[in-house]
């Protein structure tokens, strides 16, 4: 099929405006929150951009407004199992999972497995979070399994989520993983208001 008749098919479906807008910022990897990029140095720098770099591997999360990341790094049923054998799997508890994340992000101190409020923030961002997850699988992106979005009370041995409960293992190995999320930049307000106008305040979000 020749380039001029793609480009009749695709003019014979009378794309409106902003279908068109949505599928070139899909192949141009722009997205509608912006992602945030980890490059070790003396310190982590975090870069944020709302266009998908080429330096891929130092993609590290999204950022859901001016001061919360969801990391695209979440706790799996692997992760589970390479902390637990399977006569203990039902004495995992959210301080054995914290100290989990602790250890895997620990040059982000606020870093912490989902709690309720980040899984509501989650639902409050819906189609933004969405079609930024979508960008980034077309592109090839490892994403979380995330089919149902849990979050673990502090002291439980369940992972919950909107329809009830399970035990962290069976929640990891049959509905989901557990996301992670952390605070961008607590200690710096002067970027957090720069990341708020330039992301958020302008679109309202």
């Not at 979380?144 to 979050?151: D, H, I």
């Not at 502090?154 to 190995?173: C, H, P, T, V």
Request: with cysteine; glycine share 4%; hydrophobic share 35%.
């Amino acid at each position: 099929m020749t380039q001029e008749e793609k480009f009749a098919i695709w003019d014979a479906t009378h794309p409106e405006v902003k279908e068109v807008r949505k599928y070139l910022d899909r192949l141009c990897g722009k997205t509608p929150l912006p992602l945030v990029y980890l490059y070790p140095k003396e310190h982590y720098s975090r870069v944020v951009t709302d266009v998908l770099s080429e330096e891929k591997d130092h993609l590290a999360g999204i950022l859901l407004n001016e001061n919360t990341v969801l990391y695209l790094k979440a706790f799996t049923k692997k992760d589970f199992k390479s902390l637990f054998d399977k006569d203990s799997v039902d004495n995992a508890t959210e301080q054995c999972i914290s100290a989990w994340v602790k250890s895997q992000f620990s040059t982000l101190p606020n870093a912490r497995a989902a709690a309720k409020q980040d899984i509501e923030l989650l639902y409050r961002k819906g189609e933004s979070v969405l079609t930024t997850m979508e960008i980034l699988d077309y592109h090839g992106i490892k994403l979380p399994r995330w089919k149902y979005l849990g979050w673990l009370n502090k002291g439980s041995y369940e992972i919950e989520d909107s329809e009830g409960s399970a035990r962290i293992y069976y929640f990891l190995e049959g509905y989901g993983d557990l996301l992670v999320f952390s605070d961008y930049s607590a200690d710096d307000e002067l970027l957090k208001e720069s990341i708020r106008q330039q992301y958020f305040q302008s679109a309202g979000q």
